[in-house]
């Protein structure tokens, strides 16, 4: 079984600042990676996801992420945040064999303000 | 293709009712999930069609709850006897037959039991 820690449940942060949101998970199986995001009243959006290969993944609308193993982590990040970048922000993952249903976090609300 | 689609967006429902809900997957996938998501939480696993089959349900889904696919097109989820339990939001995603596939959502169902 996996399961997903999301830290922070609310991150403040000023337009054009840096921003991370932390990510850790646990998996006694290899896993998948990803992050979704989730604006009022619509349906989630995948950001990015890992799936094998390169650590650092990168995402739509200028996010990234990186794949930590030995710290079960899967932090993401973005260089410089717009107000239109408010919104709530999951974590999942799934194990990487056979059917793959997603284990969410509780979420993290990213709130940017000018 | 429009997406995941589903209907009705809303539904308020006295306790004791049932109530069902529809989802349409994007028509080349063969994958279809559906989650429930309270109020500041993420998104919980409930049940998974592969095509017609139904090949996983969570211990959430209580026998009240019932789901179908048939022909593994739309897909209706029923909340029998409904309880203020039961309030949530109930979203659908369908995805490809491959590892790692996306799991695309719709807007999903707000249900309110009074």
């Known amino acids: 079984a996996q399961s997903v820690t999301q830290l922070d449940s609310q991150v403040p942060v000023f337009e054009e600042a840096p921003v991370e949101l932390r990510c850790n998970y646990s998996s006694s199986v290899s896993v998948y990676l990803f992050w979704y995001v989730q604006y009022p009243n619509q349906g989630l959006q995948l950001l990015l996801k890992?799936?094998?290969?390169?650590?650092l993944v990168k995402g739509i609308n200028g996010f990234e992420a990186e794949f930590n193993k030995s710290q079960t982590s899967f932090h993401l990040r973005k260089p410089s945040v717009h107000i239109s970048d408010t919104a709530e922000y999951f974590c999942a993952v799934s194990g990487n064999t056979g059917f793959q249903k997603l284990v969410f976090g509780t979420g993290t609300r990213l709130l940017v303000s000018p | 293709d429009t997406g995941v689609s589903q209907d009705p967006r809303h539904k308020i429902t006295k306790r004791g009712q049932n109530v069902t809900f529809r989802c349409d997957p994007i028509s080349e996938h063969n994958r279809l999930y559906w989650y429930r998501q309270t109020l500041g939480q993420g998104p919980e696993f409930l049940t998974y069609?592969?095509?017609?089959?139904?090949?996983?349900k969570s211990r959430l889904l209580s026998d009240r709850f019932s789901a179908e696919r048939p022909k593994g097109s739309f897909s209706t989820l029923e909340i029998q006897r409904t309880e203020q339990g039961d309030s949530a939001m109930y979203l659908c995603a369908s995805s490809p037959a491959l590892p790692g596939g996306e799991q695309y959502f719709g807007p999903g169902t707000r249900l309110t039991v009074t």
């Open positions: 069609f592969q095509n017609e089959a139904q090949l996983e």
């Open positions: 890992y799936l094998s290969g390169s650590t």
